[in-house]
Nanobody, 117 residues
Framework: QVQLVESGGGLVQAGGSLRLSCAAS????????MGWYRQAPGKQRELVATITSGGSTNYADSVKGRFTISRDNAKNTVYLQLSSLKPEDTAVYYC???????????WGKGTLVTVSS
């Protein structure tokens, strides 16, 4: 029905930047909130940032001022600009989309971000 595909992960040095993208495809009428979550090795998945269809954003305290979430509703795509990266930002980053037509939240398969010190 719906697929989310993330891209943009990779290896970057501490202090560097990356831009993640997540495109939703399939039979989509509308998308409510979209968001990014991450899971570091040995840790639980945690919220990074969310954005509503109207553009309201919410960030984890650990990324405020360094990460920026945005979306293009026409393209069903959400972005995450990661700046001033730290080794502790190393994780698999997952995209999430709340799609009201199916009353479901969908997840992507994740993209790995590795920050070297």
């Amino acid at each position: 029905q719906v697929q989310l595909v993330e891209s943009g992960g990779g290896l970057v040095q501490a202090g560097g930047s990356l831009r993640l993208s997540c495109a939703a495809s399939g039979r989509i009428v509308s998308i409510n909130a979209m968001g990014w979550y991450r899971q570091a090795p040995g840790k639980q998945r945690e919220l990074v940032a969310t954005i509503t269809s109207g553009g309201s954003t919410n960030y984890a305290d650990s990324v405020k001022g360094r990460f920026t979430i945005s979306r293009d509703n026409a393209k069903n795509t959400v972005y995450l600009q990661l700046s001033s990266l730290k080794p502790e930002d190393t994780a698999v980053y997952y995209c999430n989309a709340e799609i009201p037509f199916y009353h479901m939240n969908y997840w992507g398969k994740g993209t790995l971000v590795t920050v070297s010190s």
